[in-house]
């Protein structure tokens, strides 16, 4: 853990049978897994110790619905602002 942020550690083999041990490049708060957990990994097959675990899905659907909320709150303010433009012009 650096600062807030769990940097897994990965043990894992290769498609060649090749056996690495390497901390993931990106982090996360909290932590995607727990120790002993399955997960899949993503490597470089050049440099296997260039690797990530998977994102997994909950996290798109929620990033998806956070900008389809924010979207519906800027059309909102848009409405809104158009609606009191025309108030204010016509008094």
């Known amino acids: 853990m650096a600062g807030g942020i769990w940097f897994p550690v990965l043990r894992f083999e290769t498609s060649e049978g090749r056996h690495v041990d390497t901390e993931a490049r990106y982090g996360r708060?909290?932590?995607q897994a727990r120790p002993g957990?399955?997960?899949t990994v993503l490597y470089?097959?050049?440099?296997p110790r260039r690797?990530?675990?998977?994102k997994k899905?909950?996290?798109r659907f929620l990033g998806l619905f956070l900008i389809v909320f924010g979207?519906?709150?800027?059309?909102l303010g848009l409405a809104i602002g158009?609606?009191?433009l025309v108030v204010t012009q016509s008094l």
Do not use: K, T
């Not at 690797?51 to 998977?54: D, S, T, Y």
């Not at 979207?71 to 059309?75: D, E, I, M, N, R």
């Open 71 to 75: 979207l519906l709150f800027v059309a």
């Open 44 to 47: 470089d097959p050049a440099d």
């Open 57 to 59: 899905l909950g996290g």
């Open 29 to 31: 708060a909290p932590a």
């Open 51 to 54: 690797a990530a675990l998977e």
């Open 82 to 84: 158009a609606v009191a």
């Open 37 to 39: 957990d399955e997960v």
